[in-house]
C-alpha cells in the first residue's frame, strides 16, 4: 500500500513538471509588469470619470454604436470609395448653392403703368419670342383714392345743424358735405388716402364718443398694371421694342 501511494505521487510529480516547462508564462509573477503582458489589447482600456448609473450606460451605448457605425461604412464603402464619400457630400452642398443663387440671382424688370391693351399685346409678344409663362408677372398697384369718416345722410338743415352742434360739444372738427348728392347735406369727419386709415380715425372718433359715423369712398382708386419679367438672360428685350423697364421694387409682390 505505502509503495502504490509513493508511485503515485511520483507520477503527480512528473506530471506538475511537465505542465510548467509547456507553459513558461505560468511560472512568472502575476504582479506588474508581467500581469500587463496577459492582457488583451491593454492600450484599449479607458478610465471613465465619476458618472451616475444612467449616464455610464448612456455613454457606454453610445460609444458601442458609434463604434459598430464606423465599422460598418469600411466595410460597406471598401478602400476606394471612403475618400469618396466627402467629395459627393460637397459636390451635392455646392449644387445647392448654385440652385439658391441662381434662384436668388433672377434679375426682376418691371415697366411703367400699362392699359390693358398695351398689356396684353406685350405679353404676347414676349411668349411669342420663347420666355416661359412662369417668367412673366402682372403686379397691380392701387393710386389715387380718397376716403372719408362720414356722419349723414340728414334729412334736411335742420338736422344737420344739431349734429354739427353735438360735434363742436364733443370738440370734432368737421366739414359740411354737399358733393356728391348722394351724400348731402352730410358731415366729413376727416379725409384720407387710404382705407386703413380712415378705419383708424373711425375707432378714435367712437372712442372718444361719436356715434353712427361709417367709412365712405369719395374717390375710388385707379389700379395701374405693371408687367414684370424675370429672367437672368437679358436676350429678351429684343421682343419688347422701345418699351421702357425699371427695376422691381423689392416690397412689390406680384400675380401672374
Known sequence: ???????????????????LQSDPQALQSDREPQRLNHQVSPDAVQVLPDLPASAARGAASAASAASSAASGADIASGPDTATSAPVTAASAATLALARKTSDTGLDCSETPPLDDAQFTSLKAALAKAGVPSDAIAERRQPTGGAWIVYLGRFADSQAWQQKADELKRLDVKFDRVNTPTTLAPGLSLGQFGSA???GRKLD????HGVHGARVVVLAAPVIQRHLQVRAIDPAWRHATGAQRFNACPLDASSST
Open 204 to 207: 378714435e372718433l367712437t372712442k
Open 1 to 19: 500500500m505505502l509503495r502504490a501511494l509513493v508511485l503515485l505521487f511520483l507520477m503527480l510529480n512528473a506530471g506538475l513538471y511537465y505542465w
Open 196 to 198: 386703413a386709415d380712415a
